[in-house]
């Protein structure tokens, strides 16, 4: 059954490349959620801890932050593939918070934690739904939570092995946040 799923889900990617559709993460029970995973700062020995499960219509990541042995971030990552995203102008997150923390939008060229991302921080306090619209050619390059340029070239933007989300202030304490899609279009 997996299989099938997993299928299906590459077919529905491949078909939407093609035809210069959206690529959209739709989240929410009865949703394919896929393979998305937690990745925190036990990886490095912290002791901040996350989860992320659906709700009607949204996966709801939350958890707490700790500084504790070094730590300082919690992520949810999604499955890992090879994204073409270089023929889209914007990314959409449709999203909702309990913290004025600003989480950022991770996107992975390469995967080991010590090699640049592209990021775009995002957040506010809000009980209502805010959709945020992000021109791709405005992402930063990253490297350990480092900025390293402002701005891409979109071209840089085929051959993207993951999408996430982290949070990485360094700043103790609990968060929630509420995301219902990710689209790149």
Same mark, same amino acid.
């Given at each position: 059954?997996? =299989?099938?799923? !997993? #299928?299906?889900? !590459? %077919?529905?990617? #491949? %078909?939407?490349?093609?035809? $210069? &559709?959206? #690529?959209?993460?739709? /989240?929410?029970?009865?949703?394919? /959620?896929?393979?998305?995973? !937690?990745? $925190?700062d036990g990886v490095m020995g912290?002791?901040? &801890?996350? =989860?992320?499960q659906l709700s009607d219509d949204a996966v709801l990541f939350s958890g707490t932050v700790s500084l504790k042995n070094n730590g300082g971030f919690v992520s949810l990552r999604g499955p890992l593939g090879n994204y073409d995203l270089s023929e889209y102008s914007f990314c959409e997150i449709r999203y909702k918070s309990d913290t004025d923390r600003k989480f950022e939008l991770l996107i992975e060229k390469e995967?080991?934690? %010590? #090699?640049?991302?592209y990021r775009k921080k995002f957040g506010e306090k809000s009980e209502d739904w805010q959709t945020l619209k992000i021109p791709l050619r405005d992402l930063e390059i990253s490297r350990m939570g480092n900025t390293m340029a402002k701005g891409i070239d979109p071209k840089e933007l085929a051959g993207i092995k993951r999408f996430g989300f982290i949070l990485a202030d360094k700043k103790e304490g609990s968060f929630e946040l509420w995301v219902d899609y990710l689209k790149f279009y």
């Open positions: 059954m997996w =299989k099938a799923a !997993i #299928l299906g889900f !590459i %077919y529905l990617f #491949l %078909y939407s490349q093609k035809m $210069n &559709e959206p #690529l959209v993460f739709d /989240f929410g029970e009865g949703k394919d /959620f896929g393979r998305w995973s !937690i990745i $925190n912290g002791l901040s &801890e996350s =989860k992320a995967t080991p934690f %010590y #090699l640049p991302k």
